[in-house]
């Protein structure tokens, strides 16, 4: 199993419509949480990091249940410039992060 | 410009050859990061660095890589005798604090032919 899984996608949507993204991870002992963007060809970019409590930016929303070991992305109204791979990123602090392989957003007009 | 470096940006090697990447992390980060990635697939975990002291290797560092961070500061990610199923994009980050996010460099392509 891998330690972090992410739905491969594609999720192709409509602009302006909501899109949700789920992530699970395995190791208990996880602390901290990211998503991050990154774009063809391009090196990933933090698009938020992810609190206990649920951490909103804008359009886009970010959740984490530690007792379900899960995190997701939420973004609202989506744009043509959100077309991207979302990674999701799990940091059990002394290790270095680890990545989930991304799911992959296609905004179409 | 302040981020993270690589260099070179491009490598196309043949077969059997070494080759050496440079990072150079933001520089009041202690911790440096080396990740591969190839086509459909998120950042592979290579190696880690705090400081210069090398504390994690991944099971895919084979023996014929190698990575250094002699002072503390930039890094260097060695490939000797190449092979083809090494091309891919080698990523260097580099963070703060422990459990804060880590901030990439444009990575290295390589291809080996």
């Known amino acids: 199993r891998k330690e972090v899984e992410q739905d491969p996608g594609p999720f192709n949507v409509p602009e302006g419509a909501t899109v949700a993204f789920n992530c699970t991870y395995s190791?208990?002992?996880?602390?901290?949480f990211f998503w991050y963007r990154q774009d063809c060809r391009k090196e990933p970019k933090l698009l938020m990091s992810?609190?206990?409590s649920g951490n909103e930016d804008g359009r886009f929303t970010a959740q984490l249940n530690r007792a379900s070991q899960y995190i997701s992305l939420l973004i609202r109204d989506s744009k043509l410039s959100d077309s991207a791979t979302y990674l999701c990123v799990v940091n059990t602090g002394r290790r270095a992060l680890t990545f989930g392989s991304g799911t992959r957003l296609q905004v179409q007009p | 410009d302040t981020g993270v470096s690589q260099d070179p940006r491009h490598k196309i090697t043949k077969r059997g050859q070494n080759v050496t990447f440079r990072c150079d992390p933001i520089s009041e980060h202690n911790r440096l990061y080396w990740y591969r990635q190839t086509l459909g697939q998120g950042p592979e975990f290579l190696t880690y660095f705090q400081n210069e002291a090398q504390l994690e290797k991944s099971r895919l560092l084979s023996d014929r890589f190698s990575a250094e961070r002699p002072k503390g500061s930039f890094s260097t990610l060695e490939i000797q005798r190449t092979e083809q199923g090494d091309s891919a994009m080698y990523l260097c980050?580099?963070?703060?604090?422990?459990?804060?996010?880590?901030?990439f460099g444009q990575g290295t392509r390589l291809t080996v032919v």
């Open positions: 190791n208990s002992a996880s602390q901290s």
């Open positions: 992810v609190y206990s």
């Open positions: 980050a580099s963070s703060g604090q422990e459990n804060t996010e880590a901030f």
